[in-house]
């Protein structure tokens, strides 16, 4: 995985309203922490932060610069305005580059499903694998291929490939994606509309309890 250069400027102060007026200049409220250093507040440009983003995920590793100083980091969370999906505060973990860690990536279907051909309808289930591996090794995405999958058959976590410097941590019984029969998949929504209607319980019901 590449490494990404941000810059970034310690924040001077802290407080709800700072962190408004920090957004309203186009700055996003940061923090970065580890277990060498103290955490500390930051501020990022909002527009270097979204093509960040944009561009790696935020899944990448991070070479912060704040002021002479730079920490090799990874975003642990990203939090974005409900309404608008502006970011609006970031956390940044320190982390060794010599030192294996455990952390996601993002699973990336891949191929025509022999089973969607004949009229089967694709599940996604898992859609991030947990992994363990030295920083510069972590992957951007992890590639599962279901071109084929038929009807009926199933993909789990055990049948991916990942490079070898790579450890799996996830449960490998996971499904990862599976083809189910079209008559299966409305036999389920049925199943499901039943249940919802006994969970609001009959008219003869209410009558009782009444």
Do not use: W
């Amino acid at each position: 995985m590449d490494v990404v250069m941000l810059d970034a400027k310690e924040r001077a102060k802290s407080g709800k309203g700072y962190a408004r007026r920090l957004r309203d200049k186009g700055l996003v409220p940061s923090v970065v922490y580890g277990k060498e250093i103290d955490s500390q507040t930051l501020e990022i440009s909002a527009k270097e932060m979204e093509k960040l983003l944009s561009n790696f995920g935020d899944n990448a590793l991070v070479k912060l610069k704040v002021g002479v100083t730079e920490f090799n980091t990874l975003i642990r969370e990203v939090q974005r305005n409900p309404v608008r999906g502006d970011v609006v505060h970031v956390d940044f973990m320190q982390i060794s580059m010599k030192d294996k860690l455990q952390t996601v990536a993002p699973i990336h279907l891949t191929g025509d499903a022999e089973g969607v051909k004949e009229g089967g309808i694709l599940q996604h289930g898992l859609r991030e694998l947990e992994v363990e591996c030295l920083p510069t090794d972590i992957p951007e995405y992890i590639r599962a291929d279901i071109s084929e999958l038929k009807i009926g058959d199933t993909l789990t976590v055990a049948d991916l490939d990942v490079q070898e410097n790579v450890e799996i941590i996830s449960d490998p019984n996971s499904v990862v994606a599976t083809i189910v029969a079209p008559r299966m998949e409305e036999e389920e929504d049925t199943e499901e509309a039943v249940d919802e209607v006994g969970v609001q319980g009959s008219p003869e019901e209410e009558t009782e309890e009444a």
